[in-house]
Nanobody, 123 residues
């Protein structure tokens, strides 16, 4: 049974940094793309960043380019999202997702979701 668990969310001021982690198990880690989605109440879930199975190609939504960095560690089955220069509009619940990769559209065909970790940016 696949298990996906996020950690690292919290409260930070604008301009600050956070690093989210996602640990995954119960499936072949190297076969899947991994990504981070975020969602605020009343809004659709948005693909923020995605990384391909080999870890050598990435996708970012325009609003986070240059500020967020996604990475993955095959040895530990962990994915990270380093978030720098955080803005008020980054406030959301962030979800780890396991699926397929497109360099143009990000992650799709999501097969597993984490439960989410809240990120709150304050002024």
């Amino acid at each position: 049974q696949a298990q996906v668990q996020e950690s690292g969310g919290g409260l930070v001021q604008t301009g600050g940094s956070l690093r989210l982690s996602c640990t995954a198990s119960g499936f072949t880690f190297a076969d899947y793309a991994m990504g981070w989605f975020r969602q605020t109440p009343g809004q659709e879930r948005e693909d923020v960043a995605c990384i391909n199975p080999r870890g050598d190609d990435t996708y970012y939504v325009d609003s986070v380019k240059g500020r967020f960095t996604i990475s993955r560690d095959g040895a530990t089955g962990t994915m990270y999202l380093q978030m720098n220069d955080l803005k008020l509009e980054d406030t959301a619940t962030y979800y780890c997702a396991i699926g397929e990769f497109s360099p143009y559209y990000g992650c799709y065909g999501i097969q597993y979701w984490g439960q989410g970790t809240p990120v709150t940016i304050s002024s």
